[in-house]
């Protein structure tokens, strides 16, 4: 595990999941806002203070736009494993380098500590600088540690991003076989077929499982109907999938609208989404595409 780059995984999470992830942290925006329509995703780094000094490279800023048009919610992930490298400062500097770039969005540092140990010392959670009634500062952050969640109470989410992270939550050690049951089994029901296979490494990583204890999983459950649905999908040709990467694609460049998962495009035939494919090359109207995709699961059209 010490040549892993936990901070590269869970960027590449949410990346590969950006509005699960924002439900899930943050579901109040949805609430407030409304659907998500458009993501950005901006990798710059903040400035130096000097040349010499290491590079601030600010954890994936995802830059949300929402249904009215008006109203940008710009998030700030910091990944720590290690709390004794995260600095509530540089979180600030980072923070304001980003709201001087984006005035017309509201700004949301957040801070994920992913090690599973409980703490003897917790971490600065807010600044405040007061003169007298005068309040000069006040900096806070939302605050997130996976190990103060218990896995068991999130068997039922269907939120991909949380069945992916069951094994950093806690459990009892007699649990630990049924919430790896639960990762894999939620991560097969609610994410595409790519990201099924890509996650199921981010399972093993941080269930911590080695070659052995993969066999004696298997073998547990491979009676389960999930687990023989799991490889059965293993073993299938991912023809789907291509022509949904593919409609995820033009999706994103043509509409700027994401295209989730496979549900989506339940229902539809192969042949069906290469018709879809060539339609929304030829089609400049969000809208009618939902049409086409409605009339064609119904059966109205020819």
Same mark, same amino acid.
């Given at each position: 595990m010490t040549n892993i780059s936990h901070d590269q995984n869970f960027k590449n999470l949410f990346l590969d999941f950006p509005v699960d992830a924002l439900k899930w942290i943050l579901p109040e925006t949805i609430r407030t806002f409304g659907p998500v329509v458009k993501i950005d995703f901006s990798r710059q780094e903040s400035k130096k203070d000097k040349l010499s000094d290491p590079h601030l490279a600010l954890d994936i800023p995802i830059l949300y736009t929402f249904r009215d048009g008006r109203r940008l919610l710009l998030w700030l992930m910091e990944f720590q494993e290690d709390? @004794?490298? &995260? @600095?509530?400062?540089? /979180? %600030?500097r980072y923070t304001t380098d980003k709201m001087e770039a984006y005035p017309d969005a509201l700004v949301v540092p957040t801070v994920i500590f992913t090690d599973r140990r409980q703490w003897t010392k917790d971490v600065a959670r807010c600044l405040d600088?007061?003169?007298?009634?005068? =309040? %000069?500062?006040? &900096? !806070?952050? =939302?605050? /997130?540690? /996976?190990?103060?969640?218990?896995?068991?109470d999130y068997f039922d989410s269907r939120n991909p =991003?949380?069945?992916? %992270?069951?094994?950093?939550?806690?459990?009892e050690p !007699?649990?630990?076989w049924e919430v790896i049951r639960q990762a894999y089994v939620g991560l097969y029901q609610l994410a595409s077929r790519a990201l099924f296979e890509k996650y199921t490494d981010f399972i093993d990583i941080y269930a911590e499982i080695d070659e052995s204890e993969r066999d004696q999983i298997l073998r547990e459950m491979e009676d389960r109907?999930?687990?023989?649905?799991?490889?059965? =999908? %293993?073993?299938?040709?991912?023809?789907? !999938?291509?022509? &949904?990467?593919? /409609?995820s694609r033009v999706m994103l460049k043509k509409y700027r609208r994401p295209l989730h998962d496979m549900k989506t495009l339940k229902g539809l035939r192969p042949e069906d989404q290469l018709e879809l494919l060539d339609f929304m090359l030829d089609c400049d109207s969000f809208s009618e595409i939902e049409e086409w995709i409605r009339r064609r699961k119904s059966g109205n059209m020819t």
């Open positions: 709390k @004794s490298k &995260f @600095s509530i400062y540089k /979180l %600030l600088a007061r003169l007298n009634d005068r =309040v %000069l500062l006040r &900096f !806070e952050y =939302v605050f /997130l540690k /996976l190990f103060d969640y218990w896995a068991r =991003v949380v069945k992916i %992270l069951l094994p950093k939550m806690r459990y !007699e649990e630990r109907e999930e687990t023989i649905m799991i490889k059965q =999908v %293993l073993k299938e040709e991912g023809l789907q !999938e291509g022509h &949904f990467n593919m /409609l």
